[in-house]
């Protein structure tokens, strides 16, 4: 997980599908707004556009099994994304 929690962007949208457990897309808003957390269950689409930092992380029961698609292997590689402003919990 790891890789996931630091924040990144890709050059495709990313869509992910939870299919069991849980987790959280953190996802940088407007500048007023700041980075804010998505809770996502079984059940759950979401699509982080191109290029909006994110990262991913697991809740406390640390279970999650989604799909992620993408429509290029490169949409998949994670472009670190460097944010002075951001700090993690
Ligand atoms: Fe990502």
């Given at each position: 997980?790891?890789?996931?929690?630091?924040?990144h962007?890709?050059?495709?949208?990313?869509?992910?599908?939870?299919?069991?457990?849980?987790?959280?897309?953190?996802?940088?808003?407007?500048?007023?707004?700041?980075?804010?957390?998505?809770?996502?269950?079984?059940?759950?689409?979401?699509?982080?556009p191109?290029?909006?930092?994110?990262?991913?992380?697991?809740?406390d029961?640390?279970?999650?099994?989604?799909?992620r698609?993408?429509?290029?292997?490169?949409?998949?590689?994670?472009?670190?994304?460097?944010?002075s402003?951001?700090?993690?919990?």
């Amino acid at each position: 997980m790891k890789k996931f929690e630091q924040v990144h962007t890709h050059t495709e949208d990313e869509v992910r599908a939870i299919t069991a457990g849980n987790g959280i897309f953190v996802i940088k808003g407007s500048d007023d707004v700041g980075y804010m957390d998505v809770i996502l269950s079984a059940g759950d689409v979401i699509s982080v556009p191109e290029n909006k930092p994110h990262y991913f992380t697991l809740m406390d029961n640390r279970k999650i099994v989604a799909v992620r698609l993408f429509i290029e292997t490169e949409g998949w590689i994670a472009h670190p994304y460097a944010d002075s402003s951001f700090q993690q919990a």
